[in-house]
């Protein structure tokens, strides 16, 4: 068996605090109630004892003058992260400031006692709980991880997942199978190759590789989940070939050739790797980037590979004395069953509108409580934990970002029912929370009444028809997106403008190799950081040799076929990613809220291209994807950090199921043109397109119709684009709030981001989307980590791979759902067996369900809005 290594004491560090941030405090005397600093430090941190343990150990080693220069730059680090106990910023002010501790240390014994452990805890693990409590602060560099087996079932779950996401993505409803569910299959597989296999290999370059070199481990599994969740997605590029080839758009046969296809496929799926890797040093290297996202991975990892039991005490008096894998089997077969009833049996559970139920013709009643079409005010809206994670899953996201969210959404309902009852932009006319587009007459607007024989904009067909409009809910969605730009870009260089100082100098530094040793000075490395000090890193130029081959596979695709758009879109893309990319990441990785560019990507190639439909999405397409699939991408990244895994096999674990993951979507797609009567009401199988018909219908709107005569000069919704100075507005506000009472908690745990991100939710969803999870996330992060650690952390003192059952159960659900919803819908869904009863018709039902829950209506031959002959 090979030996442990454990982490080392951290080397002293440099770092100066900020002129200014610190004021004079009384010298600190005691610690605790108790005189114990162990237990204040338990307290402050939500340690658990095997965590005080290990960090009393290491913390007999630090120098005062250790303690000092590492707390500095922890404190710099942390004073405004919301993750990060505001009670421990307090001591470390007061520590630090305190020049009477460094002069007279043997007067404070007790007080350099407590900040030692909290260094050795900060510094030697993470400084989370939430982190703590399932990432291993050890590692074995000798463990097999890069192995023939978990090659063989990584590419063939990248190539199934693939498959089956592909192949369904344009039926109605979509199959859509998330990593949960490979990386729970990949486990039984991975026992049996352990069991049948022999051990029988070969060597290459001093390193043999075997059929079976040992029990199959974690890291293997968890090379095997990054490849999967690569390929999980389908390319965007997908929906612009549907949307090009297909007759009842733009009818251009030519977009079905392969060489066209995989040329753009390829690009825009690589083209997020690049930036990524050089964003590392921003998103994946520092400790405060945690990516709630991953701890859940990591949770259903752990719950495979541990055997720790040891009993903790829960709610009740309770002893709880399940292993992980025995309660995340538990709760995985519960949710499994359970989920038949609001995903088959009894869709009433899914949309619970019980008091629309009531009278569901009332017009005022559904637009306020109706939870299918309306604003789904209503304490008991839904039964259905799919629905309860659809914008945030309480069990893995900070409850501050719960929170959050759902006070964004709770400001903005108020703005969407006063719009709506006040007939502003004429939106009585229109169902209140609706994300389609409407005509003057208050139905869907015919997009293709507008274009020309070659698909492109004509302005007397126009004039003659009607000019769009957006319902309530959609206003207030655009004007917040605007908002949510602003702000991200602000709150980037007000509150972490010396973090992304620093990463810039260490990037550029690491192409020095007269620098190289700078490289990551004046920064905390934890423990994680410095165990993978053990691998060799991916040098940036790797990274940068596949930006520079996506950058010319998308401006060959775009150049050599009749696309009618500049190659220019390429760079463009990439310069919009630069700007964005490590804000929207570093909020994403504190809060577990994404900030997507989709719409400004709409906003700005629209107005680039007006007129031009099919240019505009590919604006759209490298303005938004290059974005996401980075962040995605520094996700995978985060979790091979945090298991360990060596970071040259974590790069081609991503570029290896990345290419076939493209080649299978591109192949899919080949098949499926082909099919008679595909993307129309008689297509075979269900393959209606709900998705393309929705992109089309927002090319035309974007590309065709053009933002500039929605929100251009005289356009009916510009005033929304007050969202831009809100933005801005808005998170200097906060700033300066925090900066005057840095010890508020309400004020240090706002986050104006998460909160504008909360008025997103409208346009077709409501509140039943997010309501829910804040009881369940109070109960979770507040209720229960307080006064139960042991059971929402850790159930084994002894056990370094820690098990977090908040996570497990996070993972349960999800992976319960999803294979629940695959057996439901190839064994019932798919050969068209419904259940007909009213729980399964009573959410359909009423104004609300047949769409005409509106507070007014047009006479016969009459229309609302500027006359014809007024607008243009």
């Known amino acids: 068996m090979a030996e442990v290594i454990k982490s080392d004491a951290p080397a002293p560090v440099g770092g100066v605090l900020e002129k200014g941030v610190l004021e004079k405090r009384e010298p600190l005397q005691t610690v605790s ?63 630090i400031g305190n020049e009477a501790i460094f002069e007279n240390p043997e007067k404070y014994e007790e007080v350099i006692q407590e900040m030692k452990i909290e260094t050795a805890l900060i510094t030697n693990n993470s400084p989370y709980a939430e982190v703590r409590a399932v990432v291993d602060n050890h590692d074995d560099p000798t463990m097999p991880c890069s192995t023939i087996r978990a090659w063989i079932i990584g590419i063939f779950f990248s190539a199934l997942i693939s498959f089956i996401n592909g192949f369904f993505d344009i039926r109605q409803p979509s199959v859509y199978v998330t990593s949960n569910v490979p990386q729970l299959l990949a486990y039984p597989i991975g026992k049996l190759f352990e069991k049948v296999l022999p051990d029988a290999g070969f060597t290459l370059f001093g390193v043999r590789h075997s059929l079976n070199p040992g029990p199959f481990n974690k890291k293997e599994h968890m090379l095997i989940t990054i490849m999967a969740s690569i390929s999980k997605d389908v390319p965007y590029t997908n929906y612009v070939v549907w949307m090009q080839y297909l007759p009842t758009y733009f009818n251009q046969s030519w977009a079905i050739n392969f060489g066209y296809q995989i040329t753009i496929a390829l690009s825009t799926n690589f083209i997020g790797y690049g930036l990524a890797g050089l964003c590392r040093r921003f998103l994946v290297y520092p400790s405060y980037c945690v990516w709630p996202a991953s ?17 903790v005490p829960g709610p009740l008096k309770k002893i709880w004395r399940w292993s992980r894998l025995k309660f995340f089997s538990i709760a995985f077969t519960a949710m499994f069953f359970y989920f038949w009833l609001p995903n088959y049996l009894f869709y009433g559970l899914s949309w619970f509108s019980w008091m629309t139920w009531i ?61 709506f009852y006040s007939n502003a932009y004429n939106s009585a006319y229109l169902p209140v929370n609706s994300n389609h587009v409407f005509d003057h007459f208050g139905v869907q607007y015919n997009v293709t009444s507008i274009l020309d024989e070659r698909g492109i904009f004509d302005a007397q067909k126009y004039e003659a028809y009607s000019p769009p409009f957006l319902a309530a809910g959609n206003i207030v969605v655009y004007m917040f997106f605007f908002a949510v730009y602003t702000s991200t870009i602000t709150y980037g260089i007000l509150y972490h403008h010396r973090e992304i100082s620093m990463g810039f100098r260490d990037l550029v530094n690491s192409f020095r190799p007269s620098k190289k040793h700078e490289v990551e000075s004046g920064q905390v490395l934890d423990v994680h950081n410095r165990l993978m000090k053990s691998y060799r890193e991916v040098p940036e130029w790797w990274y940068l040799i596949v930006l520079v081959l996506a950058v010319i596979l998308g401006v060959v695709g775009i150049a050599e076929w009749p696309t009618y758009t500049t190659p220019a879109v390429v760079p463009y893309g990439i310069a919009l990613c630069l700007i964005f990319v490590v804000p929207v990441g570093i909020i994403r990785a504190m809060t577990g809220v994404e900030v997507t560019l989709n719409v400004l990507a709409e906003f700005i190639g629209g107005a680039w291209v007006e007129g031009n439909a099919l240019a505009m999405c590919f604006f759209k397409t490298y303005g938004y994807v290059t974005c996401a699939q980075a962040l995605n991408f520094s996700n995978d990244l985060k979790l091979a950090h945090y298991l360990k895994i060596p970071p040259r096999f974590t790069f081609w674990a991503q570029m290896v199921p990345t290419v076939v993951s493209t080649f299978v979507c591109v192949a899919i797609v080949q098949y499926q043109v082909n099919l008679k009567d595909v993307c129309t009401d008689d297509a075979p199988f269900r393959f209606f397109c709900p998705g393309i018909n929705t992109f089309f219908t927002a090319a035309v709107l974007w590309g065709t119709v053009g933002p500039k005569k929605m929100w251009g000069v005289g356009g009916q919704y510009v005033e929304t684009l007050v969202g831009f100075p809100l933005g801005v507005v808005v998170v200097v506000l906060f700033w300066w709030l925090g900066k005057k009472y840095p010890r508020n908690k309400l004020i240090r745990n706002t986050h104006p981001v998460v909160i504008f991100n909360g008025g997103l939710i409208w346009a077709p969803y409501n509140f039943t989307y997010i309501w829910p999870a804040v009881p369940v996330g109070w109960f979770s992060w507040v209720f229960l980590k307080n006064r139960y650690l042991g059971l929402w952390s850790k159930a084994s003192p002894n056990d370094p791979p820690a098990c977090i059952y908040n996570f497990v159960l996070s993972a349960a659900f999800s992976a319960g759902i999803a294979i629940s919803a695959l057996v439901t819908f190839f064994a019932l869904q798919y050969s068209n067996l419904e259940v007909t009863w009213w729980g399964n018709t009573a959410p359909f039902e009423g104004c609300e369900g047949s769409g005409a829950c509106v507070l007014k209506t047009v006479a016969d031959g009459e229309y609302f809005g500027p006359r014809i002959g007024d607008f243009h």
């Open 359 to 419: 009278a569901p013709d009332n017009v005022h009643l559904s637009v306020i409580t109706g939870g299918y079409a309306g604003m789904g005010l209503n304490p008991f809206p839904t039964w259905d934990w799919n629905a309860f994670v659809y914008f945030l899953d309480p069990l893995m996201v900070p409850f501050f970002s719960t929170l959050n969210f759902f006070i964004g959404a709770l400001f903005t309902f108020f703005i969407v029912i006063a719009i």
């Open 33 to 95: 109630s108790t005189g114990e600093p162990e237990l204040a430090v338990q307290a402050d941190l939500e340690v658990t004892e095997d965590d005080l343990l290990e960090a009393k150990a290491i913390a007999a080693s630090l120098s005062l003058e250790d303690v000092r220069t590492m707390m500095t730059q922890v404190y710099a680090l942390h004073k405004r992260d919301p993750n990060f106990p505001l009670s421990i910023i307090e001591k470390i002010e007061a520590f």
């Open 295 to 311: 701890l859940v991975t990591i949770a259903l990892n752990t719950a495979f590979h541990s055997d720790g039991n040891i009993p």
